[in-house]
C-alpha cells in the first residue's frame, strides 16, 4: 500500500495530538498523585513523528523541562527528525528535477 501525501498527513496531525495528550495527562497525573506514563513511551511517541506535539506539550505545561537525560533525548529526536526531513526534501527534489529533465 503506498504512502499518499494526505495519508502522511493525517497521521502526522494525529501522532502530534496524542503526543501533545500524553504529556498533558503525564502533568495532571504527576500532580493527583496518579499512576504516570513512562517516559520511554514519552519518548516514543516523539521518535515516531510526534516531535513537534512532544515539544509543544512539554512547554505548555512545563513538564519534562529541566528533567535530564529526558530533555536532551528528546531535543536529539528533533534534531534527527529535522535532518532527516531536509535530507529527503534535498533527495525529492533532485529526484522529481531528473525526473522532469526526461519529459
Known sequence: ????????????????????????????AARS????IRERTLLQ??????SIGAM???QVFRHKTRKEPFRTRLILIVLL????????????SG???AFASVF
Open 1 to 28: 500500500m503506498p504512502i499518499t501525501v494526505p495519508g502522511l498527513l493525517c497521521f502526522l496531525v494525529a501522532i502530534n495530538v496524542m503526543s501533545f495528550c500524553l504529556f498533558w495527562y503525564d502533568k495532571h
Open 56 to 58: 509543544a506539550g512539554s
Open 95 to 97: 529526484y522529481l528535477d
Open 81 to 92: 527528525q529535522t535532518i532527516v526531513t531536509a535530507a529527503c526534501a534535498i533527495f525529492a
Open 33 to 36: 498523585g496518579w499512576r504516570r
Open 45 to 50: 511517541s516523539a521518535f515516531f513523528g510526534g
